[in-house]
């Protein structure tokens, strides 16, 4: 029976996007369940966090996620658009957010269909990439085609079911905190959170200890 851990994560951590080929390589090659728990960014979920933290974090997070980036080979870009719509000068979230809900709300629809983890990894890959526009044309269409869904089918679905899409979100969002963390990404094996891009070799230690098993064939 594979080892079951949960997976919060979010659209707008660039922490996310670079621990996520690592986490798929992971579950293709032992027998572990790893559930993609979608969750909104810490902006949206508290506008005031950006106002609050040291002045110098927002530069740090830039230098340490470019050099995360280089080590694993990975090509990194803050997106644009930035999938929050930000004063980056006052650091006010605004009001209205085209991108992250409708992103969210898709990431939420996907893990329901079964491919979470690979919509996160291929979505994650066009925001932060480097993809300029990554929101016109047909890019984020063939991206999720790419993951094994349907855009249009999708986007259909999402404002038909918003509310409901919403609450599972707000869901993943309280099990996040119930199981001792806020931050993303979080993966929660057996009531231990391990956040962090840098706690997936952590995680690996613990699951072996669980009789984590390769996969077969």
């Known amino acids: 029976m594979a080892l079951v851990v949960d997976l919060f994560w979010s659209f707008r ?23 993609f728990r979608v969750v909104l960014p810490i902006a949206i979920r508290c506008p005031e966090f950006f106002r ?10 830039l230098r340490d996620t470019m050099r995360v980036a280089e080590w694993l080979g990975l090509p990194f870009a803050w997106p644009r658009p930035d999938p929050v719509v930000q004063d980056y000068a ?5 009001a209205e957010q085209p991108y992250i809900h409708r992103l969210t709300r898709l990431g939420a629809l996907a893990a329901e269909r079964g491919y979470g983890l690979r919509f996160a990894d291929q979505v994650s890959r066009l925001l932060w990439g480097g993809t300029e526009g990554w929101d016109r044309g047909t890019h984020l269409a063939e991206a999720v085609a790419r993951a094994g869904g349907d855009l249009a089918e999708m986007d259909g679905v999402v404002a038909r079911e918003a509310a409901r899409l919403d609450a599972v979100i707000a869901a993943n969002q309280t099990a996040l905190e119930t199981a001792g963390h806020w931050g993303v990404p979080t993966m929660v094996f057996a009531g231990e959170p391990f956040f962090g891009q840098d706690r997936i070799e952590l995680l690996v230690w613990r699951l072996r200890q669980h009789g984590l098993r390769e996969r077969r064939g």
């Open 52 to 61: 609050s933290v040291h002045p110098l974090w927002p530069l740090y997070l």
């Open 90 to 94: 006052t650091r006010t979230v605004a």
């Open 13 to 35: 951590s660039p922490y996310s996007y670079l621990a996520t080929p690592r986490l798929v390589a992971l579950a293709e090659r032992f027998e572990v369940d790893l559930r």
